[in-house]
């Protein structure tokens, strides 16, 4: 196969992603397995060619990523279970102030969603949502939306989530950098969210009810974690890794000695998050078999299907680098001054069709990393700037096969109507948003 047709296939296997996970609700694992299978037979690959891609594309994917993946969900489920999140949000709350409590709500879910998915992260922080538009008088919708996008935001941009993680790890990207500029992109996104829900979302009223006591240690009598231990696993990891990118810089700005060299290693994300795993031990009173054992083993299970679906997106995108594709592609984009818009639309694409942000995420890499040559984006910062176009594709938009869609309208007393004109538009506004801050920097770097 050559010329159109190999474009026509790979519209094909797109075609056949969103529709075996939006319409039949085959798991991404398999889909994306007998995508890459395809894509390898129907292009002219040998039998054993295509079978040995897989497999190569897989390994080499986990294991640049998958102990990640794996010390993240940990993470963010000890954090979880621990209280520590509920802290970072009474912390930010207290640095804010109550009358601004709405902004602060979005970015205590932009830091909590950070080690914590966002749906788990919206469930644990609804309580003191609620609380907080009854004390206010506003209505809870403002609240709402301005915490579900806080969460979203550094949920698609900023590892150590998942969907960063692997996107980042498929398409060859440094982690420190998508890290810093994740950070950088998911502000504005998190204002464009707050200012959004404080001038529409207040134009439909949903009341809060009585105020429910907020989820502090005089409600359960509980032992909370210190401030300090609180945001310890979260912000150790981001700054190891990103020492470690400044570290790497040609400039040496650390020397070429050992210190340069215990930074590196320090700052690798493998080691940087497993330490962020022991510190989140210590956000537990005591260390018990329950959080030792039960609560990891729960985190690993978690992180099993991510990571099972993160290599099998690393088989398809090997598949296709084997493929005449990537060439024939290369020829045809050449001439495209602006490709960052490439791997945004088709992440929206996907995002839209099957719901999970995470898969179009993990498959959006896997098809673009072949084509970053040719859409221009395969040196520089620009394989970050890939995976956060990616990440604001995976945020347009959220709607009722995203589970975080229905998560958000039940916890916040929201009809479905009203979460189509609330978390659906909410979702489409911070991704272009988030997309626009990109192309800036785009065009400023690269």
């Known amino acids: 196969m050559q010329g159109a047709g190999l474009l026509i296939l790979l519209l094909g296997v797109i075609a056949f992603i969103v529709i075996m996970t939006a319409k039949v609700r085959l798991h991404p694992f398999l889909v994306l397995l007998l995508a890459?299978?395809?894509?390898?037979?129907?292009?002219?690959l040998p039998a054993q060619q295509v079978?040995?891609?897989?497999?190569?594309?897989?390994?080499?994917?986990?294991?640049?990523?998958?102990?990640?993946?794996?010390a993240g969900t940990i993470i963010g489920f000890i954090m979880e279970k621990s209280g520590a999140a509920v802290v970072m949000a009474n912390s930010i709350l207290k640095l804010v102030g109550d009358t601004r409590s709405a902004l602060a709500m979005a970015f205590t879910g932009g830091v909590v969603s950070i080690?914590?998915?966002?749906?788990?992260?919206?469930?644990i922080l609804s309580p003191l949502n609620r609380t907080l538009a009854a004390k206010s008088n506003q209505s809870l919708s403002v609240f709402a939306i301005a915490l579900s996008m806080g969460l979203y935001s550094t949920h698609v941009f900023v590892p150590p989530t998942p969907g960063p993680i692997a996107a980042a790890g498929t398409i060859g990207a440094d982690l420190g950098t998508v890290i810093l500029l994740g950070l950088v992109v998911s502000?504005?996104?998190?204002?464009a969210g707050y200012l959004f829900a404080k001038y529409y979302g207040s134009k439909i009223y949903i009341d809060p009810g009585q105020q429910v006591e907020e989820q502090s240690a005089q409600e359960d009598h509980r032992e909370y974690p210190s401030v300090l231990k609180s945001f310890a696993p979260i912000v150790v990891p981001v700054l190891l890794i990103a020492l470690k990118s400044i570290s790497d810089y040609p400039s040496n700005p650390f020397g070429t000695g050992s210190f340069q060299a215990f930074v590196s290693f320090i700052g690798n994300p493998n080691i940087?998050?497993?330490?962020?795993?022991?510190?989140?031990?210590l956000t537990v009173p005591k260390f018990t078999k329950e959080v030792m054992g039960d609560w990891v083993a729960v985190g690993l299970t978690n992180a099993g299907l991510i990571i099972l679906i993160t290599g099998v997106g690393g088989s398809l995108g090997q598949v296709i680098r084997e493929t005449p594709i990537a060439s024939y592609l290369s020829?045809?984009?050449?001439?495209?001054?602006?490709?960052?818009?490439?791997?945004?639309?088709?992440?929206a694409a996907l995002k839209t069709a099957q719901g999970s942000s995470t898969v179009a995420i993990i498959t959006s890499a896997g098809i673009v990393a072949p084509l970053m040559g040719?859409?221009?984006?395969?040196?520089?910062?620009?394989?970050?700037?890939?995976?956060?176009?990616?990440?604001?594709?995976?945020?347009?938009?959220?709607?009722a096969n995203d589970s975080y869609f229905w998560v958000v309208?039940?916890?916040?007393?929201?009809?479905?109507?009203?979460?189509?004109?609330?978390?659906?538009?909410?979702?489409?506004?911070?991704?272009?948003?988030?997309?626009?801050?990109?192309?800036?920097?785009?065009?400023?770097?690269?």
């Open 36 to 44: 890459s299978l395809g894509v390898g037979l129907i292009a002219g």
């Open 51 to 70: 079978v040995s891609a897989i497999t190569g594309g897989f390994g080499s994917t986990l294991s640049s990523i998958g102990i990640v993946i794996a």
């Open 115 to 123: 080690p914590v998915f966002c749906d788990s992260g919206f469930v």
């Open 187 to 191: 502000i504005p996104t998190i204002i």
């Open 272 to 281: 940087a998050l497993l330490i962020g795993v022991l510190l989140s031990f």
């Open 331 to 347: 020829e045809s984009l050449s001439s495209l001054q602006f490709g960052i818009f490439v791997p945004f639309i088709l992440a």
């Open 374 to 399: 040719a859409l221009g984006l395969a040196t520089g910062i620009g394989p970050a700037l890939t995976v956060l176009a990616i990440g604001a594709g995976a945020m347009t938009v959220s709607h």
């Open 409 to 446: 309208a039940q916890f916040s007393d929201m009809e479905v109507s009203q979460a189509y004109r609330l978390q659906t538009l909410a979702s489409l506004i911070t991704g272009v948003v988030g997309i626009i801050i990109i192309s800036l920097l785009y065009l400023i770097f690269v």
